[in-house]
């Protein structure tokens, strides 16, 4: 059972390069979510999906799109990166909510924005 | 706005020692709070939960306080082990909410 895999692990993208992280999840889990992580600032909410077909904007959403065509797929989509995307992002699936708050994360990608 | 936080940055706990993580929270509407824990170049880790019908819930050498009317929760750690030593999210939800809340993490070192 691999749970949540996340790829790539690592990225270099120059600014104004496009690219697509992808997660993946064999738990059957209805919710899935991407978060960021930089440092001093915590976890920060970018999209989520509480469905296949759905999805909604988190806390920092600008500069990036997802989708959420297959139930076991995410995908984060970055159109045009900026040096402010640096950072390491984790995505996340859940069964529903009254599963309340227990999370399962992938290893997580570092992406670096030069 | 920052509606969990975690004040301290980081913690340094001598092995065998108590170590105890402090969370505060603004929301009055999360009733359920949780601790996640991460290790370098790992995800988060789901450690232990607490409703807020509850003050007090332990797992093993983790319990976790809650303290409604303060708004704030702790996590102790008895005793603490040098593989404790990761960062620790509090994390906050509503029992409606489709996310959780992160606070910024406190890193916890736990030295022999």
């Known amino acids: 059972n691999a749970g949540v895999t996340q790829t790539p692990k690592f990225r270099v993208l120059k600014t104004g390069q496009s690219m697509t992280l992808l997660c993946a999840q064999d738990m059957n889990h209805e919710y899935m979510y991407w978060y960021r992580q930089d440092p001093g600032m915590g976890l920060r909410l970018i999209h989520y999906s509480v469905g296949e077909g759905t999805t909604a904007k988190g806390e920092v959403p600008d500069g990036y799109n997802v989708s959420r065509l297959k139930k076991q797929n995410f995908l984060l989509g970055l159109e045009s990166a900026a040096p402010s995307q640096t950072s390491v992002y984790f995505c996340a699936s859940r069964w529903d909510p009254t599963d309340v708050g227990k999370l399962f994360f992938g290893s997580g990608t570092q992406l670096s924005v030069l | 706005d920052q509606q969990v936080k975690q004040n301290s940055p980081s913690l340094s706990v001598q092995e065998g020692r108590i170590s105890i993580l402090n969370c505060d929270y603004t929301?009055?509407?999360?009733?359920?709070f949780l601790w996640y824990k991460k290790y370098p170049a790992e995800g988060p880790t789901f450690l232990i939960s607490i409703s807020s019908i509850k003050d007090k819930n332990e797992d093993g050498r983790f319990t976790v306080f809650l303290n409604k009317s303060a708004k704030h929760l702790s996590l102790h750690i008895v005793p603490s082990q040098p593989g404790d030593s990761a960062v620790y999210f509090c994390?906050?939800?509503?029992?409606?909410?489709?996310?959780?809340?992160f606070g910024k993490g406190t890193s916890l070192l736990v030295t022999p």
């Open positions: 994390a906050a939800s509503t029992n409606s909410g489709y996310a959780l809340n």
């Open positions: 929301n009055s509407m999360f009733d359920y």
